[in-house]
């Protein structure tokens, strides 16, 4: 068996690579652009297997991604590759247009004739809870048949990635996979993002940015939870074409961030200031969803899986990565 996964060298490919290497003996094939989110250091437990080969090419390039499909006869194909960070795309959408609807375009068509002439093969497509919109305090969390509802220019081209794919499963009857999953955190994950960015600050003693109030709630999973989920979906007879993927674990960003506050204080470091001190609200996102919830049944009853990282344990998890790395930097 043979895996191509695009997009394997940011944040949850990285991570999916790495526990898919260490579980399976198949060779993987990551295609990768390396935008400013990736980094192959987070593969370095792979980057010299023999069973491992990359390529440095965009999944809008048909003709090459066309040649690297032709010559490694994959089984699995799995896109992790995208624009993926919503304040980027409120400033300027167009690369998000181009990877993430274009892109996953080109893979739809290569696979489409691929497949036609291989069997066994399955796709799964990675997208977000992000395309269902915003929920109110009282709403039912998003599930498989929720209406779409993106409300910002990240989520409308997720949600653009994802009609392509429920077309072409309705259209040519293709084995493709739609999963949803809810905010990931963990290791690998660009400082962009709200959990690494608040580590990162405290430890530099920067302000730590909150918008508006703080009190948009995202379902947190770690990401090793969502990559064994996807190994959960790629191992067996899929009843469904698409799967909701989270951990029922609704935070507020204020308190995730005083988490983090209180969890590092407690470490044996020494830090520029008071973390607490550090908290500064600033003017909301523009359009910012004010909640995201997804209801899992679907993937918990068919294939028995179950996140297993609390909270508390993945923070810790991820703090502990976050604070070696700035360390020995
Ligand atoms: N991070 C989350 O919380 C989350 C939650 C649900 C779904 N998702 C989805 O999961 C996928 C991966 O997200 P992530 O957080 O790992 O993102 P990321 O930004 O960390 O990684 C994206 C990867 O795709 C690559 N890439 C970007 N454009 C490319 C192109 N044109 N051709 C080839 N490679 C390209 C980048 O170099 C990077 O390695 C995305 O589709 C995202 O929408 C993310």
Redesign the pocket.
């Known amino acids: 068996m043979t895996i191509i996964v695009?997009?394997?060298?940011?944040?949850?490919?990285s991570r999916f690579i790495n526990l898919w290497a260490s579980r399976k003996d198949t060779k993987i094939i990551n295609?990768?652009?390396?935008?400013y989110?990736?980094n192959q250091d987070y593969l370095h437990k792979v980057n010299n297997s023999d069973k491992y080969t990359f390529y440095h090419?965009?999944?809008?390039n048909k003709k090459q991604i066309n040649e690297i499909v032709d010559k490694h006869q994959p089984t699995i194909f799995i896109?992790?590759?995208?624009?993926?960070?919503v304040d980027n795309s409120i400033k300027a959408s167009e690369q998000f247009i181009?990877?993430?609807v274009v892109?996953t375009h080109v893979l739809l068509e290569i696979y489409r004739q691929y497949c036609n002439s291989r069997a066994g093969t399955k796709f799964i497509q990675?997208?977000?809870?992000e395309v269902f919109g915003d929920l109110k305090p009282y709403d039912q969390p998003f599930c498989e048949q929720s209406k779409y509802d993106p409300r910002n220019p990240y989520s409308a081209s997720?949600a653009s990635s994802d009609h392509l794919v429920l077309s072409y499963i309705n259209t040519y009857a293709l084995p493709l996979l739609l999963t949803?999953?809810?905010?990931?955190?963990g290791p690998n994950?660009?400082e962009e993002?709200l959990i690494p960015k608040t580590i990162k600050s405290i430890m530099k003693g920067d302000k730590i940015t909150i918008y508006g109030k703080g009190d948009n709630i995202r379902d947190w999973i770690y990401v090793d939870d969502h990559c064994d989920a996807l190994i959960k979906i790629i191992e067996s007879e899929n009843m469904h074409n698409r799967y909701n993927i989270g951990s029922q674990n609704e935070v507020d960003n204020l308190s995730i961030v005083k988490m983090i506050c209180n969890k590092l204080s407690k470490l044996e470091i020494s830090l520029p200031k008071d973390p607490l001190s550090l908290i500064s609200f600033v003017d909301d996102r523009l359009g910012h969803d004010k909640r995201y919830s997804i209801d899992n049944t679907r993937i918990t009853e068919e294939y028995k899986w179950q996140p297993t990282t609390s909270f508390d344990n993945g923070i810790d998890k991820t703090i502990e990565y976050y604070v070696k790395s700035l360390l020995y930097k």
């Open positions: 695009f997009g394997g060298s940011g944040f949850i490919g295609v990768d652009k390396l935008t989110a990736a090419e965009d999944i809008t896109n992790f590759a995208a624009e993926s960070h181009i990877t993430n892109g990675i997208s977000t809870d997720k949803n999953c809810t905010n990931n955190y994950q660009y993002k």
